[in-house]
């Protein structure tokens, strides 16, 4: 009972005295240790002393020049209440990663508390080479590290006992080339260096590698411990990490340090101890950045087929049958494979085809690493339609490529394909045949004799003004323009409701279709059904729209749909269905039943999309 009124009677205070509150702010900033290993860390503290307020924000310190921030802030507050005074403390800790040796000055960093901005002392930090005299790390010979006199405890490391030597962990990032061409890999590796046990490691920040194109590859055996010398020591290696860079530009391009979190086991002096208890500790250790000049590819030599291939490849053209008919599909594949970045590969150089109609190709990537290097193949395939009859020939397939290791071009053929295509099963229409002499009619002679007769004479002197013939005459245009014009009103009204009837009936008329594709949706019937899946795409856009079905090409189609408001997104959906069918139907392996159910749920879709979407002319 007497602790609860000794708190209310506390509250009572604190209301009643505000200014025991109103004291004028210190900012105090220390790095501990002051002099440090290189690739060891420092612990940097900001401390608010004589103020309860709390700032406005968390200081940044972010953009630490020399400096990677690995963890923080972490907080601590502390508040003392003796003899009617108050005292309080708030303190920021971030743990810091210098970067390079030397001298290292951590600016004076603003604080905004109150409205009123205040500044903290530039703290200096010195950086000395791994091995050297002094205390390296902040610990003192035969010694422990003194105790911070604001920092928080919770947060300062807690060793077990001194490292053998300062560096007594590290990482290390290693490139196999530090001159590269664009698109040229360089392989980054990232090795770690331990004179202790590692519990558990992880990525700090996730790496950004500006100007690369990047790829992931798996060491061989990740994580394999391999005893290694060094001029600091004996040490435990690890190759933690492996990544493929391909530089997409000229220049002068840098990769960042990247930092790693570990949890270690360290003995202690104490065997009792250490046998039993194992202490983990977390450090933070960061690599140094790595300088990479990329060279500009030579404009010498370079062929007009060139798109940027970086590497070392291979071309291959085949198509999967010499014989076919008018209008019957062929496959065309076309395969580049070799060491280099697939992903980033143009298409080949195709010949023209005044023979064949070309549909888009459908690309397959597929790509894997191969003693560090990444290797792969890109295949295009393409279905060709013969337009023609007789013996037809695929002329070759041209590829070029920069080699960087001859620092030249090579321009890559492959061998021509010859077909032999015979006349389709539906021939050409028949000429209609042509009348003989005997079935013309004798309309008429060059001759005609002189009808001996006694016919009348007519009565030359009548006029043919006032007659009925020229009132005839004259009155045949006007009254044939009037016929017409009411022909034509007629026939524009009869077309405008015919064009209203089959846009209202152009959801029934397709949701018709699609049920008729439905019942084709086997393997033995695909062509069937993507013919009709197809057709039920585009009649139902023509009868929403009032276009024959006929002229909707691709071009068409999206013109027409984006004059009708019509979004991309939906737009492309459409146009992506369309060549689905377009591809199924022609190839020349029958589609898997999945495949098929995906395209009419889409197709679906499509359709109810469209729906709400046109707009009126």
Not at 380 to 388: E, R
Not at 422 to 431: F, K, Q, S, Y
Not at 457 to 462: C, H, P, R, S, T
Not at 501 to 521: D, E
Request: aromatic share 8%.
């Amino acid at each position: 009972m007497r602790l609860r009124r000794l708190l209310c009677a506390g509250a009572l205070a604190l209301v009643l005295c505000p200014g025991a509150f109103a004291q004028e702010a210190e900012i105090r900033a220390t790095a501990e240790p002051s002099r440090v290993a290189e690739g060891e860390e420092v612990q940097y503290s900001i401390q608010i002393l004589g103020s309860s307020q709390q700032p406005d924000e968390p200081p940044d310190v972010s953009q630490l020049p020399g400096f990677v921030v690995a963890a923080g802030p972490s907080v601590y507050s502390q508040f003392q209440w003796v003899n009617g005074r108050t005292t309080s403390s708030r303190t920021y800790t971030w743990t810091l990663l210098p970067q390079g040796k030397g001298a290292h000055s951590i600016p004076p960093i603003a604080v905004l508390l109150g409205g009123k901005v205040y500044r903290t002392p530039v703290v200096r930090v010195d950086v000395v080479e791994a091995g050297a005299g002094g205390s390296p790390g902040g610990t003192p010979p035969g010694g422990s590290r003194p105790p911070s006199s604001f920092g928080d405890p919770r947060t300062r490391r807690r060793l077990a006992t001194p490292p053998d030597t300062p560096a007594s962990l590290f990482v290390e990032a290693w490139v196999d080339k530090t001159q590269a061409y664009p698109g040229e890999q360089v392989t980054l590796v990232y090795r770690v260096y331990t004179q202790y046990e590692i519990v558990q490691m992880s990525l700090n920040d996730q790496p950004t590698y500006q100007g690369f194109w990047v790829e992931d590859i798996k060491p061989d055996e990740k994580y394999e411990a391999k005893p290694v010398s060094r001029k600091e020591g004996a040490f435990t290696e690890y190759t933690v990490l492996k990544k493929a860079l391909f530089p997409t530009s000229p220049g002068s391009l840098t990769i960042p340090p990247l930092t790693f979190r570990f949890v270690v086991r360290k003995r202690g002096a104490d065997a009792f101890d250490s046998f039993f208890f194992n202490p983990t500790e977390s450090v933070f250790r960061s690599s140094k950045e790595v300088k990479l000049q990329v060279k500009d590819l030579p404009e010498q030599g370079r062929p007009a087929e060139f798109n940027g291939a970086v590497g070392r490849f291979t071309l291959s053209a085949s198509a999967d049958r010499s014989a076919t008919k008018v209008n019957d599909a062929v496959g065309l594949k076309v395969e580049v494979e070799g060491q280099g970045n697939i992903n980033t590969l143009g298409t080949p150089t195709l010949p023209s085809l005044p023979d064949f109609k070309r549909y888009d190709p459908k690309v397959e990537e597929e790509m894997h690493a191969r003693a560090g290097t990444l290797v792969g193949s890109k295949t295009w395939n393409y279905v060709l339609i013969p337009l023609a009859p007789g013996s037809q020939e695929i002329p070759p397939v041209r590829f070029a490529f920069f080699d960087p290791q001859t620092a030249r071009y090579e321009v890559l053929e492959s061998a021509p394909i010859r077909l032999s295509v015979a006349r389709g099963e539906v021939g050409e229409l028949p000429m209609p045949a042509l009348p003989s002499r005997a079935d013309i009619p004798v309309l008429g002679s060059d001759i005609r004799y002189i009808h001996a007769g006694g016919a009348g004479i007519a009565d030359q002197g009548k006029t043919l003004y006032g007659s009925r013939l020229l009132m005839a005459v004259v009155a045949a245009p006007l009254l044939f323009n009037l016929a017409l014009l009411a022909f034509l009103h007629r026939k524009e009204k009869l077309a405008g409701s015919e064009a209203l009837v089959r846009q209202k009936r152009a959801r029934k008329t397709a949701r018709r279709r699609l049920a008729r594709a439905q019942g084709r949706l086997s393997k033995e019937r695909s062509r069937d059904f993507y013919q009709e899946l197809a057709s039920a795409l585009t009649t139902y856009l023509a009868d929403k729209i009032g276009v024959p079905a006929s002229g909707l090409t691709y071009d068409r189609i999206e013109e027409v749909l984006e004059l009708r408001g019509v979004e991309p997104g939906l737009r492309g959906q459409f146009r992506r269905c369309l060549e689905t069918c377009d591809f199924a139907r022609f190839a020349p392996a029958a589609s898997e039943p999945v495949e098929m159910e995906k395209a009419f749920a889409d197709a679906e879709s499509v359709v109810e999309s469209l729906e709400g979407s046109v707009k009126p002319a």
